[in-house]
């Protein structure tokens, strides 16, 4: 399993170096605006009907103040703008980072 092996926030980016050797770099508000969370993509009720996710799709100026760890497989990202429920897998995170720059 890859895991992250060191995390830094720089200038507006969030820098991620991987246990595989590889580097991400993710704009803080694409990242906000990439939260899998409830409140940002909604979460389906048990007759499949959509509930949330209905709100901004863009977050100018929103910064990352910080981060956890959850568990061996996740990071909690923690927003200026108060947002903090999303748990970003790390699967997820490198599968936006090649979304962002793809390998050439």
Do not use: C
Not at 13 to 39: K, T
Not at 52 to 65: H, I, N, S
Request: net charge negative; hydrophobic share 40%.
């Amino acid at each position: 399993m890859v895991m992250p092996t060191n995390i830094q926030l720089i200038g507006t980016e969030v820098a991620i170096a991987w246990s595989d050797g590889a580097e991400s770099f993710f704009p803080m508000e694409l990242l906000r605006a990439a939260s899998p969370s409830a409140e940002n993509v909604g979460e389906r009720d048990i007759l499949g009907h959509l509930h949330g996710g209905d709100g901004p799709k863009a977050f100018p100026g929103v910064t990352v103040l910080g981060w956890e760890q959850v568990g061996r497989y996740a990071l909690r990202f923690t927003f200026s703008d108060g947002h903090g429920s999303g748990l970003y897998s790390h699967d997820f995170l490198r599968r936006l980072a090649e979304k962002i720059r793809p390998a050439s």
